[in-house]
């Protein structure tokens, strides 16, 4: 009789992981006059000169309310939205910055908008582009006799440029409808089976940004 060997019998190697918690990450966005947010359920409704613009953030446990700061130096009260992360890990942390981000942008596309510039690069056949209703029609890439479309996302507005040649101007107040409608016209004259290098042939983002003030 032999007694069984104590488990396992093999050797195993336990490794104790500590991970560092934040105890309470936070950060603030000032509201400039003329701007009215509204946070309900993590629900941000920003309202502007421009329009209204709404996002949600619930897939991030956080707390975001509007709160009412006032300046040190000139003691005047100002409304600020709030956004506070509590017993965060590092990737957690990451969250704070790009909510805050998101919401300065709305902020931003319901004061000032945002503006897309894309130029026509083309070696010998002119690319042609014409606005039919909300589609944006490219035709005659690289000779070709396809007509390429683009339906425009909702709130965002095409402009051909009048002092430049070959440009066209995508603006909006969502940041993200913008930049995706400009990604899907650079994405439709995209090149397959030639040399990259050598075929340069597309429609491409030459400036974006905040719509500039007039004057």
Known sequence: FFAPAPWPATPCLYRLVITMKTLLATRSIDIPEGVDVECNARVIKVTGPRGTLSRDFKHISMDCRVVEKED???????????????????????????????????????????????????SHFPINVTLSG????????????RVRKVKLMHGVSYKRSENVKDEICLTGNDIALVSLTAAQIQQATNIRNKDLRKFLDGIYVSEKGPIEAEG
């Open 72 to 122: 040190e130096e000139t003691g005047e009260k100002t409304n600020a939205v709030q956004v506070d992360l509590w017993f965060a890990s590092r990737k957690q942390l990451a969250c704070v910055r790009t909510v805050c981000s998101h919401i300065d942008n709305m902020i931003t596309g319901v004061t000032r908008g945002f503006c897309y510039k894309m130029r026509f690069v083309y």
């Open 134 to 145: 909300d589609i944006v029609e490219i035709r005659n890439f690289l000779g070709e006799k």
